[in-house]
């Protein structure tokens, strides 16, 4: 029975090319977007472990520095070093912005490190494909190659210019953006100052205020005037341990004498993955639950079709004492030859497309397994209906016809 699905195959082969064809894209958007979410997920653990941090130390009651905004002073991080258990702790700022280059804009996270710090500190690519570190205090950039920058180049962030000195790869926030890493100072002053104009006006406000023309409150106005022109804020701190220190004593620790909320690398990556990337999940999910509705369809609409097609045939079979097992074993090899076509069509597919894609696509063997075997399910519960009416067939209509 084998070579009779396959001569009938054979007979059909223009409908079983095109309809593998079609359900073959099909298959392959499914598994691009599986990649897509696994790719998520490992943008979000590649930030954490590019970080180099065990313990994450933001503003108190905020999912900060990735999920929500967090600010916090910057001498924090001094207290920190002086706790039992840290081995070193580090400022950081992250400012998700658009990075202009010539007349270009480059959607990227900044990231404020401290320049002169030992390489692989807190915060601190572990490496570099091109290149030199930042050393200078100023105006020094290390930017992603997913950036398409260049060593040279020359890049704008807010009012200041910086030049490209070295190239990192895989450097990217939890929602794909390459990072690019300026010095903390230049940070601090893109992301928390305002501009002159913004300055100059609060000052006119400050000084027309009653409040502050009282005798009483000496140097007060000078001193919020100071504070509108200087930062001395980090979006967190960077902590890390001490071989044998626990990271919880340790966070609990710094919650109880700092006031501050720590988190522990399996918590931030409860919020990155739990939090951020849940609603994307259900999206995804959501989808593929459509698409593989879909597949089931479209494989059950052909193997209807080619089963009618043949009800001559099948009632010839039934008049020569073909046993209905037999009929039923020719339709669902061919539902499955079906989905062994698609699926290989899509499999092509999804790995020459995945590097198109703008965000990363990660495809794992597991998806492709778990893939394979959901589309011959499918198949052989699309080729049902097909198989009930073949069994339904009267041998009469053999000579009937």
């Known amino acids: 029975m084998i070579s009779l699905a396959g001569r009938d195959i054979a007979h059909a082969w223009g409908k079983f090319v095109f309809t593998g064809l079609g359900l073959g894209l099909l298959l392959g958007v499914t598994l691009v977007m599986a ?20 313990l994450w130390v933001v503003q108190r009651d905020t999912l900060g520095p990735y999920a929500e905004p967090s600010s916090i002073p910057d001498d924090t991080e001094r207290a920190l070093r002086a706790m039992p258990g840290v081995a070193e702790a580090a400022n950081v700022t992250y400012l998700t912005m658009q990075v202009r280059q010539g007349g270009r804009d480059v959607r990227a996270m900044v990231v404020g490190i401290v320049p002169g710090d030992a390489w692989g500190s807190p915060g601190w690519p572990p490496a570099l494909v091109a290149g030199r570190r930042v050393t200078r205090g100023h105006y020094e950039a290390m930017a992603d190659v997913a950036t398409g920058f260049r060593l040279g180049d020359t890049l704008r962030i807010r ?4 030049t490209v000195v070295g190239l990192t790869r895989r450097m990217v926030s939890s929602s794909g953006d390459p990072m690019v890493f300026i010095p903390l100072k230049d940070a601090q002053e893109a992301q928390f100052l305002k501009d002159n104009d913004a300055i100059v006006q609060n000052r006119q406000r400050t000084a027309a205020n009653p409040a502050f023309n009282r005798p009483g409150v000496p140097g007060l106005l000078s001193a919020i005037q100071a504070s509108q022109t200087s930062s001395n804020t980090v979006n967190a701190v960077l902590v890390r341990l001490l071989p044998g220190a626990h990271a919880d004593e340790v966070a609990d620790a710094v919650r109880r004498w700092k006031r501050l909320t720590v988190y522990t690398r399996a918590e931030m990556e409860g919020i990155l993955i739990g939090k951020l990337i849940a609603t994307s999940a259900k999206q995804i999910g959501m989808f593929l639950v459509i698409l593989a509705a879909v597949s089931a369809a479209i494989v059950a609409f052909i193997i209807y079709t080619l089963t009618m097609d043949k009800i001559r045939e099948i009632a010839v079979l039934k008049l020569i004492g073909t046993r209905n097992r037999t009929i039923a074993s020719m339709i669902l090899q061919q539902a499955l030859a079906l989905g062994l076509i698609g699926f290989a069509v899509g499999k092509i597919t999804a790995t020459f497309a995945a590097p198109l894609f703008p965000k990363y696509v990660l495809l794992v063997p597991q998806d492709s397994l778990a893939g394979l075997a959901i589309v011959l399910v499918i198949c052989a519960l699309a080729s049902v209906i097909a198989i009930r009416m073949a069994l339904r067939v009267d041998p009469a209509e053999a000579i009937g016809g």
């Open 35 to 54: 990649g897509v979410y696994r790719g998520m997920v490992d943008d979000g653990k590649a930030l954490l472990d590019n970080s180099g941090a065990d």
């Open 159 to 162: 009012r200041n210019s910086y």
